[in-house]
């Protein structure tokens, strides 16, 4: 059988060598000058082609002498091994990832032995969470030196794409409050409103973030740690003033588990015929609502605990309003009048004149 690949040197004696396929004529580096090293890389590759799963047992062979369990490594230990680092609710999360029955048939497959087509079935039979924990699962290998590269490139992975969500209106939020029976629960979505905070975040608040004096409240974010925070209107404090004065504002709703709270308030949305609204919602919502009035990008950021201002864009995407069209800008300095315009439909407000 003819060699496909043989040997090549460009420029002088001491150039470098490449790997050029008669049948293609493409030439490749093969990343080294060593005449030597080179000719056992094409002499390699050449016995590939010959014999492709005999060399694959040979190469697993090299492979079992730096990591001797590296035969014997399914993914059901990679999944293993990936939650032991894991705290809080991402733990929950990866515990709840790691039940997917799209994984089924990867369970017990050795890692190193897996094909490319064995992923893209787990990917195709599996959910958009598949795609997401999947990915983390390869990286992970990769990280721990489990796979010499990737079995599936990143490029071949399907695009992640979530399901739309948006913000709750004032008017479902005035419906959602108005039917609400329970005391405890109606402050708690009333506050999601003014806060903007994730339903964890709010439920979990303490008297003692709140500074009573000022009528303002400061507290660290239970998934990025991140300080959040601001001062309170009239309406946000009056809330503040019928909670308790020690301990949680919310008792009950700071034991319940965030899945438990999401699915109370998923049955009220759904016996006033509201849809396409969870808790997250609350947050779209103050974001949006920052957005129509001006308020200042770095002050939301620092509200809603996000050190990203690509974050707080993402939240705040559906906003309107919050521009002029150029044309209407330019036409108001023209005129010299001492204005600027809020939005094309609304009447203008100060501006300083241009110099």
Partial sequence: ?????????????????????VITGSRTSLQTKDRSEAERLILHKNEALRDPLLNRKIG?????????????RTWQDVMTDIIKDKQGPTLRRWRIAIRDQAFAPLRQRVVIETLPEELLHVLRTGKVSTNVYLR?????????????VPILP??????????????????????IINREQNVERRDFYELCWHLGGSQSDIACLKAEDFDYLNHSFCYARRKTANMGG??????AWAIIERRPRTGPLFPYLSQVREA???????QRCAGLAIKGVTLHSYRYAWAERSANAGYPERYAQRALGQNSKIVHRAYARKAQGQLPSLEDYEHVLRSG????????????ASLPARN
């Fill in 337 to 348: 009048q001492n204005v600027v315009l809020k939005s094309e439909t609304e009447a203008p």
């Fill in 60 to 72: 697993m062979a090299y492979l079992a002498g730096t990591d001797a369990a590296i035969t014997k």
């Fill in 230 to 235: 601001t001062k309170l209107g009239a309406m």
């Fill in 154 to 175: 990143r490029k071949m992975f399907p695009k992640i794409v979530h399901r739309e969500k948006r913000a709750v209106t004032w008017e479902e939020h005035g419906r």
């Fill in 1 to 21: 059988m003819k060699n496909r690949f043989r040997l090549v040197q460009l420029g002088s004696r001491d150039g470098a060598f490449y790997c050029k396929d």
């Fill in 260 to 266: 438990d709270r999401a699915t109370e308030f998923k």
């Fill in 136 to 148: 983390q699962l390869q990286n992970h290998c990769l990280g721990m030196g489990w796979l010499p």
